[in-house]
């Protein structure tokens, strides 16, 4: 096993000008519920790491994490598709993210979450959709993997990479509850933010 990845809560910034000081930035973003705060938990080793991100008042704001006492940061964006958000949220969520993920210059990878056991939303390929019309530097995350049966799992991943537009090596498939993949996303994310 490598080693963990060693964050530390830095700040929520509601705006792009109130982001830490940071040489480079890995931003996690998927719809809520995907597996991203499990997925943040798992990378740090830490059961409780992105509570932060789910405390009342924090779960629209762009939450930020020191990465191994460096100066590289690890964003953890707030979720999407929310069914009951008014639509005013969604223009000021839609506002907040067309800004940090365009004009973040820092920014070395956006990491897009899909849930590997519901496959990929309209919204999942909306947002792969506009990340490539820029373009912008993403890789998809397939998480909850042990959620799929091992009978299904070849279909599921290929299915998954064709709805993405991927090849299936493309993907990287990740179990929170497991343990599956982390070492192998923590290890990129190390390359990234190097
Ligand atoms: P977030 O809203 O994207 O931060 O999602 P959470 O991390 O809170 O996860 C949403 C739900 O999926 C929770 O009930 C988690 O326990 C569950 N979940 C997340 N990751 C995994 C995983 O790898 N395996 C399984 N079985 N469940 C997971």
Known sequence: MSRRLQLRFLTSADDITKLPDSSAEVALVGRSNVGKSSLVNALSGRKAMA?????????RLLNCFEVDGGDAT?????????????????????KLMETYLQQREQLAMILV?????????????????????IPLPHSVIATKFDKVKAMQ???????????????????VWVSAAKGTGIDELERRVRLWLA
Do not use: F, N
């Open 74 to 94: 690890l964003v953890d964006c707030p979720g999407y598709g929310y069914a009951q958000a008014p639509a005013q949220m969604r223009g000021s969520w839609r």
């Open 153 to 171: 799992r070849a279909a599921r991943q290929k299915e998954l990479a064709a709805t993405c537009d991927l090849q299936v090596d493309d993907v």
């Open 113 to 133: 979450l899909v849930d590997g056991e519901i496959g990929p939303t309209k919204l999942d390929v909306q947002m792969l959709d506009w990340l490539r019309s």
């Open 51 to 59: 509570h932060v991100s789910k405390t009342p008042g924090r779960t």
